[in-house]
């Protein structure tokens, strides 16, 4: 079945970056793309950005746009999500999502708990 | 602020039927674009509940159904069960933003 497996939760210092991985198995990688929102505590969903599987190309959310680095290695069917210059707003959890086109998210992984203190 | 506009909470008692509202604008829903709704339950992954405005996946049972009239989509729970009590969200493309976009979520409370 399709899964996505998401690397484990980080713990980060104001001001450093946080890179965590998203493996899909069980269907195609190159056939669709992965996004990537985040839900902070008690907030609700908010998306950033995705990445196309089979060519990488990638769009942002504005809200991210010059913190967030979205990339893919095809040849290990994984995804990754790369945020600098993180503030405590940026903890939060972190889901990727299987979507082709303007199409549902789904599935979605479990989420990663990216956790910035000093 | 979301660009998807949801009430925060709704309830209901058990068996009856509740909606929860989202609404868009020229720019999402109103545009002409899918609505998606999802289920979260606590500390979980959401996980999609209606597609394409009104379509469910298999396995979601069919006392949840979807609708979509203009700049606003509704999603309807009937008979409502203890199960259903938990966060909803709605979403859509968004042209003028380039991207994805949620509502706020709904807090479900069976009563």
């Known amino acids: 079945q399709v899964q996505l497996m998401q690397s484990g939760a980080e713990v980060r210092k104001p001001g450093a970056s946080v890179k965590i991985s998203c493996k899909a198995s069980?269907?195609?990688?190159?056939?669709?793309?992965i996004h990537w929102v985040r839900q902070a505590p008690g907030h609700g969903l908010q998306w950033m950005g995705w990445i196309h599987g089979g060519n990488g190309d990638t769009k942002y959310s504005q809200t991210f746009k010059d913190r967030l680095t979205i990339v893919s290695d095809a040849s290990a069917s994984t995804a990754y999500l790369e945020l600098s210059s993180l503030t405590s707003e940026d903890t939060a959890v972190y889901f990727c999502a299987r979507a082709m086109s303007t199409s549902p998210f789904d599935p979605w992984g479990l989420g990663t708990l990216v956790t910035v203190s000093s | 602020q979301s660009v998807l506009t949801q009430p925060p909470s709704v309830s209901g008692a058990p068996g009856q039927r509740v909606t929860i509202s989202c609404t868009g604008s020229g720019s999402n829903i109103g545009a002409g674009y899918e609505v998606h709704w999802y289920q979260q339950l606590p500390g979980t992954a959401p996980k999609l509940l209606i597609y394409?405005?009104?379509n469910r996946p298999s396995g979601v049972p069919d006392r949840f159904s979807g609708s979509k009239s203009g700049t606003s989509a509704s999603l309807a729970i009937t008979g409502l069960q203890a199960e259903d009590e938990t966060d909803y969200y709605c979403q859509s493309y968004d042209n003028r933003l380039s991207g994805w976009v949620f509502g706020g979520g709904t807090r479900l409370t069976v009563l």
């Open positions: 069980g269907y195609t990688f190159t056939s669709y793309s």
């Open positions: 394409d405005n009104d």
